[in-house]
């Protein structure tokens, strides 16, 4: 067999050429920068990232493998026994801010850990996950993106979706707003309980999910017309996801931690945010709709069905 860790690096170089040849492709406006770097500590990677193009006010599409002597208190604090082992961190994570309003922010990564301590057997695993960020929400985009996540879970067990669903729900949660970070999609980590190859394959999965997932919904937007105060509104919302990255997100912790280049880990953050002090939307209103319908623990699939039963009856 290959050295797994090659085998894994060869897809997620692949994977992120692939995203970004899509996303500039749908843009059709600024291309992508690349930015090769190396880690003191040991490792490096290669940032791209899109900036003030047609459809795309920023994204960035980050491929890291870095290693070191000893995980970061963020890759151990749920599992203590792996402190002071070395480690290898292999990922593709990315996030892309859309201009318009009407079009969602999105996220996703994909990322394979090895732990290893002489005279132990190494310990891996895979993480990783997709979730929607709406401003102004539709149900079909909403319904759209988690039946393609629940498409790419399917060859894998019909509890998969629903286990990944459900933590996702939970990870992105703003605790100090009582709030979700957004619609969900899906979240994992500590994925070793299939083979090795089986296990990749899911991550595999996942991170060949994106786009099918995301173009359609930016294709179906990317033509609405937006407000100033639409624009504003985004700005406001984009704050909250400022605060779950910095505040909560283990990705960004596990990289400051481990040392790494903070200009990648960053590239998360949107371009243009906004606070105010008790800042809330009208009631009755379109942006009150975005917390009071969209952002809930919500069946999408569920609803969808629902939706589709009331129109046959």
Known sequence: MSNPTEVVKTYLLDLQERICAALHAEDGGAGFIEDTWQRPEGGGGRTRVLE??????????????????????????????LAGRGFEALGVSLVIHPRNPHIPTAHANVRFFNAEKPGEEPVWWFGGGLDLTPYYGVEEDCVHWHRVAAQACAPFGAEVYPRYKAWCDRYFQIKHRNEPRGIGGLFFDDVNQWD???SRAFMQAIGDAFIPAYLPIMQRRKDTPFSEQQREFQAFRRGRYVEFNLVYDRGTLFGLQSGGRTESILMSLPPQVRWGYDWKPEPGSAEARLTEFFLTDRDWLGTSENNKDRANG
């Open 52 to 81: 003030n193009g047609r459809l795309i006010e920023k994204a960035g599409v980050n491929f890291s493998h870095v290693f070191g002597s000893s995980l970061p208190p963020s890759a151990s604090a749920h599992r203590p026994e």
């Open 196 to 198: 090795f190859d089986t």
